[in-house]
């Protein structure tokens, strides 16, 4: 026969272990409108800027190729998917609407703060001398980044427009990688550490740097230059932000294929981003006054 005494107890104990549970989970509740706030992530403040971010202004050269502002938009697009929230903004430094002291005039009666990205390759007589001089001139606060430069993410887009154009390794490999040049020596040098990158994600291949103007060798000589080397599978890898009159001059001279711009390649649009965040955390950042003075 069943002890009604140790049925009790039994019971009770289930009952004081359910009650201790529920005690427990009714602990960790918070009333509504009070949940426990934690920490912001990395992630969240990049996916969702502050409305105190600067403004970041992609800034083109121009052409009068009208491909090439339709091709700046896009990847301008890709970088606002990129950032949501970020406020985005093309100019250009001339030929192309808007151009660059009318967008820092816009900003500056806005109140608003910029980050000028240039959308060029080296840090020619535009990176050093015009930026700077349209920032020192403009009302709104404003601080230029770094060119986009020789760095592994723009190195994957040329890879790929090439990849894109029909590259396949094969015997007698050669590129020229073609830009548009510059009589600024830190440029040259720019482009070399990116003719350099390129060749070691090739597997080795040979890159030589030709530009379309204002520097030597142009991309005839550079052929000739790969040919006299036995390099006579050579392509042209189109180190260009757009489609424009050096862009379409370099690719002519292709004796097998010719890259396209690197456009709005999903890579070109994370570094855009990487130097505008570089440049809002740098804290040894050249004054635009400096910059313009060099």
């Keep these: 026969m069943t002890d009604p005494d140790s049925t009790f107890d039994s019971a009770a104990e289930l009952l004081g272990r359910i009650t201790e549970q529920l005690g427990s989970r009714l602990g960790q509740v918070r009333p509504y409108g009070h949940a426990p706030r934690r920490p912001p992530r990395k992630h ?9 971010a600067p403004t970041l202004v992609a800034v083109g050269h121009g052409s009068r190729d009208p491909r090439a502002r339709a091709t700046l938009a896009r990847l301008l697009d890709r970088v606002r998917e990129l950032r949501p929230g970020l406020d985005v903004r093309l100019a250009h430094i001339e030929l192309n609407a808007p151009l660059l002291d009318e967008t820092l005039a816009d900003l500056a009666a806005g109140g608003r703060d910029a980050v000028l990205v240039p959308l060029l390759l080296a840090p020619g007589h535009h990176v050093t001398h015009d930026l700077p001089a349209a920032v020192a001139a403009a009302p709104a606060h404003a601080r230029v980044a770094d060119p986009l430069g020789a760095h592994p993410l723009l190195v994957e887009a040329l ?36 003719a350099a990158l390129l060749g070691e994600r090739l597997g080795g291949v040979p890159v030589v740097p030709a530009y379309a103007s204002a520097a030597a060798p142009t991309v005839p000589d550079a052929l000739r230059a790969l040919a006299a080397r036995g390099r006579h599978r050579v392509a042209v890898a189109s180190c260009f932000t757009a489609p424009g009159l050096f862009a379409t001059r370099a690719a002519a001279h292709a004796p097998w294929i010719a890259s396209a711009p690197l456009g709005a390649h999903p890579a070109l649009a994370r570094l855009v981003l990487h130097r505008y ?18």
């Design 44 to 52: 969240d403040e990049e996916a969702h800027p502050p409305m105190t």
């Design 159 to 194: 890879a790929d427009r090439l990849a894109e154009a029909g590259w396949t390794p094969g015997e007698g490999d050669g590129v020229v990688l073609a830009s548009a040049g510059s009589r600024d020596p830190r440029s040259g040098a720019e482009i070399r550490r990116i």
């Design 277 to 294: 965040d570089r440049s809002r955390t740098a804290r040894t950042t050249t004054p635009a006054r400096e910059l313009a003075a060099i």
